[in-house]
């Protein structure tokens, strides 16, 4: 007896078993992209912060920003353990897509810039740091843009 569901709305019974799989929460999908968005907007509430002076507000929402900086790169980092462990197991993996490899090298150079400037002291030190930290910032807020705005190939 063929157990085999007919189609529905011209996809396969294996079309949505790749969306089951990709929608489940053990595969580092939803920590990837919102670890991602929360490192991203962290960061950018930190750089808003710094332009605008020292009062006790500003450094407030500062602190805040740290921590959701912070927060979105420990899910990030979840998230990396987890798809790199579900590929290794699942019968079909779900390989990471050019705008998510972009941002993850960004994110990486982000990372390594901030660390970078915390521990210079000279002016060309950090001014380099600075500018491997915007060149990781841009890269990983383009390649999740385009992970977006592109569709997942099979």
């Given at each position: 007896m063929n157990h085999e569901q007919p189609p529905v709305n011209?996809?396969?019974e294996s079309h949505f078993?790749?969306?089951?799989?990709?929608?489940s929460m053990?595969?580092?999908h939803f920590l990837l992209k919102w670890g991602t968005i929360s490192f991203l907007a962290g960061y950018a509430i930190i750089f808003?912060?710094?332009?605008?002076?020292?009062?006790?507000f500003v450094l407030g929402v500062s602190m805040l920003g740290m921590l959701i900086a912070f927060a979105g790169l420990i899910g990030w980092v979840v998230g990396m353990i987890q798809?790199?462990?579900?590929?290794?197991q699942a019968e079909t993996p779900l390989h990471f897509t050019?705008?998510?490899?972009?941002?993850?090298?960004?994110?990486?150079?982000l990372v390594l810039?901030?660390?970078l400037v915390n521990g210079e002291a000279s002016g060309e030190g950090v001014t380099m740091a600075r500018l491997i930290a915007i060149l990781g910032l841009i890269g990983a807020?383009?390649?999740?843009?385009?992970?977006l705005m592109t569709p997942r190939k099979n």
């Open positions: 011209g996809h396969s078993s790749y969306l089951e799989q990709r929608n053990n595969n580092g808003a912060t710094a332009v605008m002076g020292d009062s006790g798809r790199l462990r579900f590929n290794k050019i705008g998510e490899k972009i941002a993850l090298v960004g994110t990486a150079f810039g901030i660390l807020g383009g390649g999740a843009l385009w992970h």
